[in-house]
């Protein structure tokens, strides 16, 4: 069945960076882009971004483009989702979720997530 | 961006009921939109794509419709699982961007 598990919870102080992780199982890693989602407790989704574990292309969101990195290891099926700078406002829920879609365009839903990483920064 | 302006923000509703939820783009969307369920704790789970596509293992007693800038998800009868919170979300370019939320709550 498809799987996708995240890194556990993270606590980082403000400036830091934080790396999330989420490994995929159950279908071709390179079949599906992968997106990241947060959620701040208590509030809405805000896409991040996505890449394309075949070739390795990205879309950041413009919001995240300066502090954002998502790489992808198709040895071990999985992605990684780095933010830097850190501050308050990134306290969140971090989910990694599967584009619906098996080809090269993707449909931009999500039919499959991670079970979610909260990230909390505090001082 | 496209913002999406999702109403009410919160319901109170009994089993049986018929929930509407109304969700409204900035601009046109064509049919890219789609609707997930949350439940405490958890993650969203994808509910309709294409504005009424079910997705597979969803009941049908939800349903979704619209075209252009308004759309509709309908809950009929609701269920007792289906008290949750709601997010439309448009696919029609990047950034992607959600709705706020409906929480469905019982009467």
């Known amino acids: 069945q498809v799987q996708l598990v995240q890194s556990g919870a993270e606590v980082k102080k403000p400036g830091a960076s934080v790396m999330v992780s989420c490994k995929v199982s159950?279908?071709?890693?390179?079949?599906?882009?992968i997106h990241w989602v947060r959620q701040a407790p208590g509030q809405g989704l805000e896409w991040m971004g996505n890449?394309?574990?075949?070739?390795?292309?990205?879309t950041y969101a413009q919001r995240f483009r300066d502090r954002v990195t998502m790489t992808r290891d198709t040895s071990t099926d999985t992605v990684y989702m780095d933010l830097s700078s850190l501050n308050s406002d990134d306290t969140a829920f971090y989910y990694c979720?599967?584009?619906?879609?098996?080809?090269?365009?993707?449909?931009?839903?999500?039919?499959?997530w991670g079970q979610g990483t909260l990230v909390t920064v505090s001082s | 961006d496209i913002q999406m302006t999702q109403f009410p923000s919160s319901l109170a509703a009994s089993v049986g009921d018929r929930v509407t939820i109304t969700c409204r783009a900035s601009?046109?969307?064509?049919?890219?939109l789609n609707w997930y369920q949350q439940k405490p704790g958890k993650p969203p789970t994808l509910l309709i794509y294409?504005?009424?596509t079910l997705q597979t293992g969803v009941p049908s007693r939800f349903s979704g419709s619209g075209s252009g800038f308004d759309f509709t998800l309908t809950i009929n009868p609701l269920q007792p699982e289906d008290f949750a919170t709601y997010f439309c979300?448009?696919?029609?370019?990047?950034?992607?961007?959600f709705g706020g939320g409906t929480k469905v709550e019982i009467k």
């Open positions: 601009q046109g969307i064509d049919n890219y």
């Open positions: 979300q448009h696919s029609y370019t990047t950034p992607l961007t």
């Open positions: 979720a599967r584009d619906r879609h098996s080809g090269i365009i993707p449909t931009w839903d999500f039919d499959f």
């Open positions: 159950g279908y071709t890693f390179s079949d599906h882009y």
């Open positions: 890449i394309n574990p075949k070739g390795g292309s990205i």
């Open positions: 294409g504005a009424s």
